[in-house]
């Protein structure tokens, strides 16, 4: 039922940089700003990245968000064994889909 | 600082309503731009957005649940409710409430612990 395609999976080594695609359409992504969660095992969604490219008070400057026509990334530098987690994309949707979609999801592997 | 806490039955049967209640701190849900909203994860699956309430009582729901969900606040209890009738199987998840706010991309930047709910004869 999702309207953001992401990959389902990724990986990297410790240290490496991963990156994560986030692909919509002009009527979410296209017109609307992108949000990023991180869902470790067993808890609650938490909001990583918010208008694209932005960060919470908290959130590691390894974290960076962008943003271009209906696509966006999530990437991770220097990549640690506390971000395996799966790992959301979100945005409005102008469209009938529904105001608010959130991606497939991408499950991140620290190897 | 802000917290909020889902509760309702674990269990549920199918055709039944299922009723959720969140109940929230740190924050008033009459402050200019303030929403509250609701989202569900069943297990092993991605995240699915529900519904939204406003500090202004404006409230938007999924197109495809649309017909499904009732969400109302109460503002003096610090509470939001989400109803969701005629129960099937097909629903059993985690279900999410989580705070929204101006200034942060319409993101949800606080959420609560989760409750999960069995749609099971």
């Known amino acids: 039922q999702s309207v953001l395609t992401q990959p389902p999976s990724a990986s990297g080594t410790p240290g490496q940089r991963v990156t994560i695609s986030c692909s919509g359409s002009?009527?979410?992504?296209?017109?609307?700003?992108v949000n990023w969660y991180q869902q470790l095992p067993g808890t609650a969604p938490k909001l990583l990245i918010y208008s694209n490219n932005q960060r919470p008070s908290g959130v590691p400057d390894r974290f960076s968000g962008s943003k271009s026509g209906t696509s966006a990334s999530l990437a991770i530098s220097g990549l640690q064994s506390e971000d395996e987690a799966d790992y959301y994309c979100a945005a409005w949707d102008d469209s009938l889909n529904g105001p608010y979609v959130f991606g497939t999801g991408t499950k991140v592997t620290v190897l | 600082q802000i917290t909020l806490k889902e509760s309702g039955p674990t269990l549920v049967k199918p055709t039944q309503t299922l009723t959720l209640t969140c109940t929230f701190s740190?924050?008033?849900?009459?402050?200019?731009?303030?929403?509250v909203g609701w989202i569900r994860q069943p297990p092993g699956k991605a995240l699915e957005w529900l519904a939204l309430i406003y500090w202004d009582d404006d409230k938007r729901y999924s197109p495809s649940l649309k017909s499904r969900l009732t969400i109302t606040k109460d503002t003096s209890k610090n509470q939001v409710v989400l109803t969701m009738t005629n129960m099937d199987p097909v629903d059993t998840a985690t279900y999410y409430c989580?705070?929204?706010?101006?200034?942060?991309?319409?993101?949800?930047?606080?959420w609560g612990q989760g409750t999960l709910v069995t749609v099971s004869s």
């Open positions: 740190g924050f008033s849900l009459s402050t200019s731009g303030v929403g």
């Open positions: 002009s009527s979410n992504i296209g017109s609307n700003t």
């Open positions: 989580a705070h929204s706010r101006p200034g942060y991309g319409d993101s949800f930047d606080y």
